[in-house]
Nanobody
Framework: QVPLVESGGGLVQSGGSLRLSCAASGFTLDYYNIGWFRQAPGKEREGVSC????????YYADSVKGRFTISRDAAKSTVYLQMSSLKPEDTAVYYC??????????????????WGQGTLVTVAS
């Protein structure tokens, strides 16, 4: 496993939108289940969303359902997390990673082997 590279974070006002990107250097993400996780200050890392390798399985945590959309661009070997209607409680460092499970849930963070540096999302109230 190699760490994936997250980008697209930033400062946004409550109700705003951001699109996060997840890419790999030197290999394609197309054959892997990819999950998005986040860790807010003082809190444990949690799974937010995932998409299976074929795109048939998609999962969203209840806290983001209806506001976040995960997608894959095979041509760019990139997985995106479109975040809309952002809330201050969405403030966190967001990480993407290869995951074993993506279905009715996503692999718990403790089962992720390698983490990237993450990208910081700050939602101002």
């Amino acid at each position: 496993q190699v760490p994936l590279v997250e980008s697209g974070g930033g400062l946004v006002q409550s109700g705003g939108s951001l699109r996060l990107s997840c890419a790999a250097s030197g290999f394609t993400l197309d054959y892997y289940n990819i999950g998005w996780f986040r860790q807010a200050p003082g809190k444990e890392r949690e799974g937010v969303s995932c998409v299976s390798s074929g795109g048939t399985n998609i999962y969203y945590a209840d806290s983001v359902k209806g506001r976040f959309t995960i997608s894959r661009d095979a041509a760019k070997s990139t997985v995106y997390l479109q975040m809309s209607s952002l809330k201050p409680e969405d403030t966190a460092v967001y990480y993407c990673a290869e995951v074993v499970i993506c279905g009715i849930g996503v692999s718990p963070p403790r089962y992720v082997g390698v983490w990237g540096q993450g990208t910081l999302v700050t939602v101002a109230s």
